[in-house]
Structure formats: C-alpha cells, structure tokens
T-cell receptor, first 117, second 114 residues
Framework: AQKITQTQPGMFVQEKEAVTLDCTYDTSDQSYGLFWYKQPSSGEMIFLIYQGSYDEQNATEGRYSLNFQKARKSANLVISASQLGDSAMYFCAMREGLFDYGQNFVFGPGTRLSVLP | DAGVIQSPRHEVTEMGQEVTLRCKPISGHDYLFWYRQTMMRGLELLIYFNNNVPIDDSGMPEDRFSAKMPNASFSTLKIQPSEPRDSAVYFC????????????FGEGSRLTVL
C-alpha cells in the first residue's frame, strides 16, 4: 500500500500568492516524522521543513509552514508569498519511528509547482 | 560547511560495463543512505549504513548492485554488469544521530546505460 500520497501531479500559482501542496500518509505507528523536500530543475534535494507526530504546533520555517492534521493523516505544505524560485518538484516524506528508532524514509511521488510571473 | 559530495555527476556507459558511484557524507554524520530516482518508481531506498555498517540492503535490486563504506567519510555503490534499466539518478544522503532526522542529499549522479 502506498504510504505517501500526493494527489496533485502539477500545480500553478501566481507570484506572491500562497499555495498549498497536499500530502496524506498512512501508518499504524504512533511515532513518526514528516518531511518536505524541494527538488529544483538542477536536481538537488533540499530539506524544507519537519513535523514530528507528537508536535502539537504546526511547524514553520520562513515562508514554509506545515498544516498538520493528525486525525486526517495529512501534512500539507503551505508556501506563502510564492516566488519564481519556488518553481520545483516538492516531495512529502515520512519516517516511521522518531529520532533514531526508524530509518525507513518513504517519499511520495511529488508535486510539480510552477510559479507564474 | 561542505555538504554531501557525490561523483561523478554524470556517467554514460555501455551495457555490461562496471559502474562505480562515490559519496562523501557530511563530516560527523553517522548514517549514510543510497537512493535511486526514476520517473517510473520515484525515490527508492537502496541501502543504508550506520557507523559504516550496512543495516538494511533490502532495497538493492539484485546481486549486480553492491555498496561499501570502508570508512566514515567514503562510500561506493557499484553496479556490475550494468544494464539499460539501471539508468537513473543515484543520490547519496547522510544524517546525524539525535536530530530531527532530516536527510542531507548530495547533488546526485545521473547514470545512463546505453
């Protein structure tokens, strides 16, 4: 069974607007971590933001925030004030187990975001 | 600080040839991962090491693939013999015990097997 679902293969957003990239996950573990990575056209994988399953507050990192809804098993990435440089593939990932008790990162299929001028 | 360093960035080879991909993790990181990325299968974990010891190689596709980590600052992924279906981008990533666990990726090695 697919553990990470990203239902939006492609998204468009106008520059300076906010955009939400969807991610749902499937796990029976109580302890897990959720990650978002950005992959620009140059190919490198850039870590953006992390949310632990026990974190009560949504994670934020600059213009990135993670809308974590544990009961719905969703971990949507919100990018505020989109910039042209945000155009890239975005991957949601999950690691079952926290800290050093789990190493199996599972990545979703990705969402390609295009920011329009 | 230097990030994860991979070489070569691009490799074009003919079917049947041996391919060796190299990785230098971030200094002090004690976990090292090898991933493969293709359009069809996305990002797949091949193998990971902890303190230079292979922990889980269940993602290695077949015996043609092998990985070693002779010391804390160097790892190799070898494909012998290579086949066209091995064409992919191979990523090395590392992390350190005790933090939130994010992986730090290298820039990848794009392999094309003709």
């Amino acid at each position: 069974a697919q553990k990470i679902t990203q239902t939006q293969p492609g998204m468009f957003v106008q520059e300076k607007e906010a955009v939400t990239l969807d991610c749902t996950y499937d796990t029976s573990d109580q302890s897990y971590g959720l990650f978002w990575y950005k992959q620009p056209s140059s190919g490198e994988m850039i870590f953006l933001i992390y949310q632990g399953s026990y974190d009560e507050q949504n994670a934020t990192e600059g213009r990135y925030s993670l809308n974590f809804q544990k009961a719905r098993k969703s971990a949507n990435l919100v990018i505020s004030a989109s910039q042209l440089g945000d155009s890239a593939m975005y991957f949601c990932a999950m690691r079952e187990g926290l800290f050093d008790y789990g190493q199996n990162f599972v990545f979703g299929p990705g969402t390609r975001l295009s920011v329009l001028p | 600080d230097a990030g994860v360093i991979q070489s070569p960035r691009h490799e074009v080879t003919e079917m049947g040839q041996e391919v060796t991909l190299r990785c230098k993790p971030i200094s002090g990181h004690d976990y090292l991962f090898w991933y493969r990325q293709t359009m069809m299968r996305g990002l797949e974990l091949l193998i990971y090491f902890n303190n230079n010891v292979p922990i889980d190689d269940s993602g290695m596709p077949e015996d043609r693939f092998s990985a070693k980590m002779p010391n804390a600052s160097f790892s190799t992924l070898k494909i012998q013999p290579s086949e066209p279906r091995d064409s992919a981008v191979y990523f090395c990533a590392s992390r350190i015990t005790g933090n939130t666990g994010e992986l730090f990726f290298g820039e990848g090695s794009r392999l094309t097997v003709l």
